[in-house]
């Protein structure tokens, strides 16, 4: 007869943590996924054409988790109907080089691009504090 000997380590309260860990994780990380956001729709809207005031307030935000990662995105729809059928003026505006005769002093192409550009470290920034605040 042989004598075997083992150790038993049960790793459940330590998954269980992880699992706990990663959850408050996502709730910052969403949190501050709003912020950036809400942020990112405020800055771009206040550099999109107003003309009739559509596309700035045909603009949404979304954010939502797939598995462990949290997704935000800003959207503008404006479509109109138009003699070649639907026509996304939100689309075309947003790509032209430049307004010829922009109807708001201040507006400009790339709305949404370029506030993006300019503040994506801030809100990676803000994010990852939601994420501390949220595992203390």
Known sequence: MT????????????????????????????????????DLLRRSRELAPLDKGTLRTTAWTEVETEGSSVVGEV??????DGNSGRFNYALYTHEMGEFKNPTTPGTQPKYLERP????????????????????G
């Open 3 to 38: 004598d075997k000997s083992g150790l038993t380590f049960d790793t459940s309260a330590f998954t269980a943590g992880l699992d706990s860990i990663g959850g408050k994780a996502l709730e910052g990380g969403k949190r501050g996924m709003h912020d950036a956001m809400d």
């Open 75 to 80: 959207y503008y729809s404006a479509v109109e």
């Open 116 to 135: 993006y550009k300019e503040n994506v470290e801030e809100y990676r920034n803000w994010i990852a504090e939601e994420i501390r605040k949220e595992l």
